[in-house]
């Protein structure tokens, strides 16, 4: 579990390694401009901006390592607001750090630590940390309602009025959706959804042994080798034939046609996982379409 204490230590070291280095660096580059050498990289070291960068990467390589350990392989991350450390790059609105930050003199080592320790009494440790652990408490559920967010989005299943809602027939509940073409080969955010619902349904294969997962993999795959010159799946492409989820690709549209259970796994998915309210009007048009 995250400390105030660990953090602030870790931080402080790692400032301290940061500030001799940055002074031996500086040293050596004036030397080398004595012997005639041009040496512009020192202005890249300005010392605020590497006081922020040192903080901003122990604070990161924390949430990294919390959000592996508590996302239990959803796609949530810990992340904490940069106004909370990232207090030199807005020191107008603090007047003492200001007038410490104007008083300060480059080339001075001392000066530098000095510099250092009014960072760190500025920094919101305590704010930090109170932010981490709130993350982590809500973190993996979270993360499943953003799994779930992708199975709606997908699939159409937020409004019931559009073009391609889910109907049933001969048996399948059926989602549709536009076909996809060479441009989702490399949409980052197209790849991001079905990452997403590739790990819900694996989920649903752990919970209830339906497997969603086998077919979708492989059209996903099908859609990441689209090419400019092979810009559409192959019309009447058919990926998991004889499973629970069958995907049937034509020329503008594709079908995701589920069993009746998988379709019910889908829609328990989505209860649990922050859509109680879709699901149960997901439930009532399935049994009204199986109804008519």
């Known amino acids: 579990m995250v400390s105030l204490a660990n953090l602030k230590t870790a931080i402080t070291d790692r400032l301290n390694e940061m500030v001799e280095s940055r002074f031996e660096l500086i040293k050596k580059a004036q030397f080398l401009s004595v012997l005639g050498i041009d040496n512009k990289t020192t202005s890249a070291y300005y010392i605020g901006d590497c006081i922020e960068s040192v903080a901003e990467l122990v604070i990161n390589e924390l949430c990294t390592q919390l959000t592996r350990q508590h996302s239990n392989g959803t796609p949530a991350r810990i992340s904490v607001d940069t106004g909370l450390y990232k207090i030199i790059s807005d020191r107008y609105s603090n007047a003492s750090i200001r007038e410490y930050y104007f008083r300060h003199s480059e080339g001075d080592l001392n000066e530098d630590k000095n510099l250092v320790s009014v960072y760190l009494s500025y920094v919101d440790f305590a704010g930090i940390t109170q932010s981490i652990k709130e993350q982590i408490k809500n973190l993996e559920s979270e993360g499943l309602s953003m799994l ?23 048996g399948w509940f059926i989602c549709q959706t536009y076909a996809p073409n060479w441009n989702h080969s490399f949409d980052r955010k197209c790849h991001d959804r079905y990452g997403n619902i590739l790990n819900a349904f694996r989920l649903i294969l752990n919970d209830t042994g339906i497997d969603l997962e086998s077919s979708f993999a492989q059209y ?66 399935m049994n009204t379409l199986q109804a008519a």
């Open 220 to 285: 996903v795959s099908a859609v990441k080798g689209l090419t400019y010159s092979s810009s559409k799946i192959e019309s009447r492409t058919v990926f998991g034939k004889g499973s629970s989820l069958q995907i049937a690709c034509f020329k503008d549209k594709v079908e995701y046609r589920f069993t009746r259970s998988a379709f019910e796994a889908l829609t328990a998915f989505l209860m649990l996982n922050g859509f109680e309210t879709q699901a149960a009007a997901i439930v009532a048009r």
């Open 148 to 170: 779930a967010t992708s199975i709606v989005d997908e699939f159409g299943l937020k409004h019931f009025d559009r073009h391609y809602s889910f109907y049933a027939k001969n």
